[in-house]
């Protein structure tokens, strides 16, 4: 059974930084490709950012590029979502997500396998 649980979101004003965290357990978390979404209420999940199981290529939404950073550390099990400069469009709930298999950066949320529940981040203008 694989677990994801995220964790940092919270209220925050405009301009400010967050950082979220997303813990994987019950298999090799190495062997999983992993993204970030977030979704409001009434639309559809969108894909935020994206990291290879290594670490060294990275993908991310044209809204957010330049803002947010995505990072993992495979020896804890975590990725990570930098938040920097955040504006009020940004309010959404977040969730992490893992593929299970694949090499490549994957932007689209059907090509996921697990979810984690989700962490709200409101951003106040």
């Known amino acids: 059974q694989v677990q994801l649980v995220e964790s940092g979101g919270g209220f925050v004003q405009t301009g400010g930084s967050l950082k979220l965290s997303c813990v994987v357990s019950?298999?090799?978390?190495?062997?999983?490709?992993m993204g970030w979404f977030r979704q409001t209420p009434g639309k559809e999940r969108e894909f935020v950012a994206a990291?290879?199981?290594?670490?060294?290529?990275?993908s991310y939404s044209d809204s957010v590029k330049g803002r947010f950073t995505i990072s993992r550390d495979n020896a804890k099990n975590t990725i990570f979502l930098q938040m920097n400069s955040l504006k009020p469009e940004d309010t959404a709930v977040y969730y992490c997500a893992a593929r299970d298999g694949g090499i490549f950066l994957f932007t689209a949320a059907h090509q996921y396998t697990y979810w984690g529940q989700g962490t709200q981040v409101t951003v106040s203008s």
């Open positions: 019950g298999r090799t978390f190495s062997n999983y490709p």
């Open positions: 990291i290879s199981r290594s670490g060294e290529s990275t």
